[in-house]
């Protein structure tokens, strides 16, 4: 079997076409893939041209540069991970602390049964637990005891403070009187 000169030289011209469409194809796809893997990994425009535009000067030795320097997450994934570090962040805020001890407690109690230190307090009129801090019942509108209210002048608050003592006068005055009626008849034996 001799083989012709000619069609060697056509055979190895195919064979160098189809090799140089090849590597040409590859290289094409490099930097496509290069531009695509580098937008899905950064926003930052200089980066993903400097990138393709190293894939496409370098072809494989460039995309070897690339797989070194480029971000290890994807913004996908770095999205995901902030998700997931705000939701164990909230489920960590979420959980109530005894400012003394640093112990959990519940939301319905009044005392830390570790440290017994006061976490809430009753309101005086509808005996719905409150936040220490807050001033007024948010259930009943009810002002905390020695709490200013509002829209009152100094002339009201004076006029309201001289009732309430002429009041607990009187009422000191019954009771005394009443005492005194207790005293008079234990005196003269009548029960």
Not at 10 to 22: E, I, M
Not at 81 to 86: N, W
Not at 98 to 125: A, F, I, Y
Not at 170 to 184: I, L, Q, Y
Request: proline fraction near 4%; charge should be negative; hydrophobic fraction near 40%.
């Amino acid at each position: 079997m001799n083989l012709d000169s000619d069609f060697l030289n056509n055979l190895a011209l195919v064979l160098t076409g189809f090799g140089a469409a090849f590597f040409f194809a590859l290289w094409v796809s490099l930097v496509i893939w290069t531009y695509r893997d580098i937008s899905n990994r950064t926003r930052d425009k200089l980066v993903q041209i400097l990138s393709t535009v190293l894939v496409g000067l370098l072809y494989l030795p460039g995309v070897l540069v690339y797989l070194v320097l480029r971000p290890p997450r994807t913004l996908e994934d770095e999205y995901q991970r902030t998700l997931e570090e705000e939701a164990l962040l909230a489920a960590i805020e979420d959980q109530l602390l005894c400012p003394g001890c640093e112990r959990r407690v519940k939301d319905d109690w009044m005392l830390c049964p570790s440290c017994q230190t006061k976490l809430k307090k009753n309101c005086h009129n509808c005996n719905a637990l409150m936040e220490l801090s807050w001033n007024i019942c948010p259930h009943c509108a009810t002002p905390e005891l020695g709490m200013r209210k509002e829209n009152m002048s100094m002339d009201d608050v004076m006029r309201n403070l001289d009732t309430g003592e002429a009041q607990e006068a009187s009422v000191a005055g019954e009771t005394s009187a009443v005492k005194d009626a207790s005293v008079t008849k234990e005196a003269n034996g009548e029960t």
